[in-house]
């Protein structure tokens, strides 16, 4: 079965480039790419700065033609992002990363509070590895540069002023900032090779006084990739950048006696994270202690770190590649198990033809659901049980008709993936 489609229509906004940042992914990256290529929003450029597998990935796309690629092959994320942003030729630079997938409306969302002069920084929503939880929502930081969450209205734009001593945080994997406002401040600290690097843009911003939008309809799904920092499943195997980069932050933003204790504040938390894995069976003895060797010798020679201020150019490298946004009808199709290799490939057919396919596939059980974006056949595919959780709030058994049960799961996701209000079958 498949829901009424709506009509195609692309949203037209303020000109965006999206800058991309990839090392060591290229597999990451072509996800991120194929879903980029539905977004639902014009005029926007991509950029990418990439390592030569990344580059060799982007090259090998069908819109190759269409994308900006910086070759660019050091660990140091602050200094790849000034490069994308010295490329950027849009009135707003977003971020995404290599391995995150943006919802078709993404931009959509993320650019609405654009129209407001006093906004500087958007960032939206980011859902986690099962494609429904939540990995990061709104979050603040305190003078100390630490997060704290807080709530907002989940279905509009909260424009938020920095509160005293902090900032409003942004998620590096789904932020924007008006290239203006980025050129103003400097963009990025060279000096933050890995971590912290857009908070410290946020506290900046903040004592600059801008104003920041928390979007919370703008979401992308974030996959938490491995890399030499962490693993798959995020446990630790470097913290020499962390270490580093808290004491550039120290120096950067803490008064001279506030220092020491907070760095111990910080080694503490870090050392309980790293006995939890040690207890879940991630690391073992041996790992914990030098892991926190790393961290100390990381935090040493942050002490030394050069810190110094940027330039960028007033004017983009380039001119605006607009990338070939194509207006597509946002359809979900409906399967059982014993069906979901045809209508697999019936969902695949479609994605090509140009349309945005969503496939639900449940069985008559209370399997909690995931939701992913999969790249070989560009749809997404939910899985579940029609009894199961698909929201941290549910049931953990619900009764209920399946049809019923498909209408919920469509509307849940309506205005991210673009579909109307009708959903009749």
């Not at 790992?287 to 050069?306: I, Q, S």
Request: hydrophobic content about 40%; aromatic content about 8%; overall charge positive.
């Amino acid at each position: 079965m498949t829901a009424t489609p709506v009509s195609a229509t692309l949203e037209s906004g303020v000109p965006v480039s999206i800058v991309i940042v990839s090392r060591n992914r290229p597999e990451a990256l072509r996800r991120c790419l194929t879903g980029v290529e539905q977004l639902q929003y014009t005029p926007f450029e991509v950029i990418i700065v990439a390592d030569p597998a990344g580059i060799a990935v982007a090259r090998a796309m069908h819109f190759a033609w269409a994308v900006k690629l910086v070759p660019f092959d050091r660990p140091n994320i602050s200094a790849a992002r000034n490069l994308g942003i010295a490329e950027a030729a849009g009135e707003v630079v977003a971020f995404i990363d290599d391995d995150a997938v943006p919802e078709p409306q993404w931009l959509r969302h993320l650019l609405e509070p654009a129209q407001q002069p006093e906004v500087a920084a958007m960032t939206g929503f980011v859902r986690g590895r099962n494609g429904i939880s939540f990995q990061y929502r709104a979050r603040r930081l305190n003078g100390f540069g630490e997060p704290e969450e807080f709530d907002v209205d989940p279905e509009t734009p909260s424009i938020l002023h920095p509160p005293p001593g902090g900032a409003i945080k942004t998620e590096g994997t789904n932020m924007a900032f008006r290239r203006d406002v980025l050129v103003e401040m400097g963009g990025f600290d060279p000096a933050f090779h890995y971590y912290l690097d857009e908070t410290d843009l946020n506290m900046r911003l903040a004592r600059a006084g801008h104003a920041t939008a928390i979007v919370p309809l703008a979401e992308v799904h974030h996959g938490f990739a491995a890399n030499a920092i962490r693993s798959a499943n995020r446990v630790p195997r470097d913290l020499f950048d962390i270490g580093a980069s808290w004491a550039v932050f120290h120096r950067k933003h803490l008064p001279a006696q506030d220092r020491a204790a907070h760095w111990a504040h910080l080694r503490a938390q870090e050392r309980r994270r790293l006995l939890r894995h040690l207890v879940s069976g991630g690391l073992e003895p041996r790992d914990v202690l030098r892991l926190l060797r790393r961290l100390d010798e990381g935090h040493a020679e942050g002490v030394k770190r050069p810190i110094a201020s940027v330039t960028l150019p007033e004017n983009a490298s380039s001119a605006f590649r607009p990338f070939p946004a194509r207006a597509r009808r946002s359809v979900a199709m409906f399967t059982r198990p014993i069906k979901l290799a045809q209508d697999r490939a019936e969902a695949a057919k479609r994605a090509l033809s140009g349309e945005i396919v969503t496939l639900i596939n449940l069985s008559p059980t209370a399997l909690y659901h995931r939701v992913a974006f999969d790249p070989a056949h560009a749809i997404w595919l939910q899985t579940g049980g029609i009894y199961g959780k698909s929201t941290r709030d549910d049931a953990v058994f619900r009764l209920t008709r399946r049809l019923d049960r498909l209408q919920r799961e469509v509307k849940r996701v309506a205005r991210q993936r673009g579909f109307g209000d009708d959903h009749r079958r």
